[in-house]
């Protein structure tokens, strides 16, 4: 980090929790608007229509959100 941006940085620690929330949303959420391209975006809604299709057809099935994250963390940890 240069000077302005340590500086910045320290700033932010001083602001009250909600407003820092504030802005770490704000400063990811222009990271994601920087890494999205058209391509990227196609890419995804045609993965999203294809997994619709097929759990409508039955060829996948769905599983409960805690249970993937739990199968999730386990492998993580």
């Not at 932010?12 to 400063?27: D, F, G, V, W």
Request: glycine share 2%; proline share 3%; net charge negative.
């Amino acid at each position: 980090m240069n000077a302005t941006t340590e500086q910045l940085f320290i700033e932010a620690l001083s602001l009250p929790t909600r407003e820092r929330a504030s802005l770490a949303h704000k400063l990811l959420a222009s990271l994601e608007t920087e890494a999205t391209s058209p391509e990227i975006e196609a890419a995804w809604k045609q993965e999203a229509l294809e997994r619709c299709a097929a759990y409508d057809e039955g060829r996948i099935s769905d599983r409960a959100a805690a249970d993937v994250l739990r199968d999730a963390y386990r492998k993580v940890k």
